[in-house]
Each structure stands twice: as C-alpha cells, then as structure tokens.
T-cell receptor
Framework: AQSVTQLGSHVSVSEGALVLLRCNYSSSVPPYLFWYVQYPNQGLQLLLKYTSAATLVKGINGFEAEFKKSETSFHLTKPSAHMSDAAEYFC??????????FGKGTKLSVKP | NAGVTQTPKFRILKIGQSMTLQCTQD?????MYWYRQDPGMGLKLIYY???????DKGEVPNGYNVSRSTTEDFPLRLELAAPSQTSVYFC?????????????FGPGTRLLVL
C-alpha cells in the first residue's frame, strides 16, 4: 500500500528565502509522485510530477522537486519565495485505483 | 475548455436531508474521482469511475452514492446528510488511470450539515 507523509503542517519563510517543503513516501511499487498547490477557496493545481524519468523535476512558478529513492523522499523547493507562493501544498502518490493518495498538506506562509 | 466544473459552490443542509453534488468535465476524460477534504487531513477518495457505467468505492464511501451515465458527468449523492459529512468536496478527472496521468480538479463544493 502507498502512503505519503508531509513533515510540518505549517512552514513560514521570509520573502526571498529558500522554500523547502518535505515529503516522504511509502510504496511497494515504483512510485509516481505529485505536488499540488491549493490557494484559499480554490481547487488543487498541479505543480509538478515525477514519472520515473529525470529525478529532478521542474514545475511551474519556479518550483522543483528531487526524487531520492534511497531516502524515499520527494521534497519541494524554490530558491526564492514570493508573497504569491503563500498557499497549501500537497504531496501525493498514485494509488492502485488510479487515484491520488495525499499527504495532510503543508501551509506555507511568506513574510514580507 | 472549462475543465472540471462543480455546483453548487456552497450549501447548508439539515441533518437527514439529501442532495446531489454536480460535477462535469469537458476534456473527454475517462476517469473521474470524488474526494473530500477535511482540515488537516488531506484529501480522501470517496468514489471513482473508469468510464460511463462503471463506478467503484474508494476509501470513504459510506453515506454516498454515485452514478456515471455519460463521460462528462459524475454526480455525487448524499441520501441522509449527517454532521460528519461537513467537508469540502472535490471532483477530479484524468484521461486514464495510468501511472503519470495528471488529475485535474474542480473548484470544490463546501458543504455544511447542521
């Protein structure tokens, strides 16, 4: 069975600082991993996904994530935070029913 | 393309009432999903469908029913609303269920059961 753990329910950074959101997964098969972002009162939007090609995945809005099999991790990073990055971020792994199995989410706050 | 649309955006129900949450996609996707999102819990799968006429249960199906008579529509039915069904409901779709397929989400329906 697959599962996802997001470390830290709330992360706060200053504008211009590095953003690091942590995600660890558990999967008995090669995983397919996703990061989604949710802005207040909106649906989820795909940031990036890992589908067994390159281990470093680049997404929208300057975000990227690196798949590390040895650490079972898929952390999300952005070199310089912007105020518009404030949102909730969800890591997910593809489940056996074609669905997504989500972590509990990390709320990112960006201080001016 | 409008993508995935959901109606209503917000609804208040009394305990025991019933309602249908509507979901429509215009991307000709075969797979459709219903999730519920509770604070601090992420999203959990309620039901899914791999094509018209085919539906199956997800992780938390109790208290819900679905149907899929067309490719475009995937309504979710609550028969006897309970306070535990207070949540935000998201519909999603994807072209297939294969490994790297992106799921596209609707804007959600916020439901309050009192």
């Amino acid at each position: 069975a697959q599962s996802v753990t997001q470390l830290g329910s709330h992360v706060s950074v200053s504008e211009g600082a590095l953003v690091l959101l942590r995600c660890n997964y558990s999967s008995s098969v090669p995983p397919y991993l996703f990061w989604y972002v949710q802005y207040p009162n909106q649906g989820l939007q795909l940031l990036l996904k890992y589908t067994s090609a390159a281990t470093l995945v680049k997404g929208i809005n300057g975000f990227e994530a690196e798949f590390k099999k040895s650490e079972t991790s898929f952390h999300l990073t952005k070199p310089s935070a912007h105020m518009s990055d404030a949102a909730e971020y969800f890591c997910a792994v593809r489940g056996s029913q074609g669905n997504l199995i989500f972590g509990k989410g990390t709320k990112l706050s960006v201080k001016p | 393309n409008a993508g995935v649309t959901q109606t209503p955006k917000f609804r208040i129900l009394k305990i025991g009432q019933s309602m249908t949450l509507q979901c429509t996609q215009d991307m000709n996707h075969n797979y459709m999903y219903w999730y519920r999102q509770d604070p601090g819990m992420g999203l959990k799968l309620i039901y899914y469908s791999v094509g018209a006429g085919i539906t199956d249960k997800g992780e938390v199906p109790n208290g819900y029913n679905v149907s899929r008579s067309t490719t475009e529509d995937f309504p979710l039915r609550l028969e006897l609303a309970a306070p535990s069904q207070t949540s935000v409901y998201f519909c999603a779709s994807s072209y297939s269920g294969s490994q790297g397929q992106t799921q596209y989400f609707g804007p959600g329906t916020r439901l309050l059961v009192l």
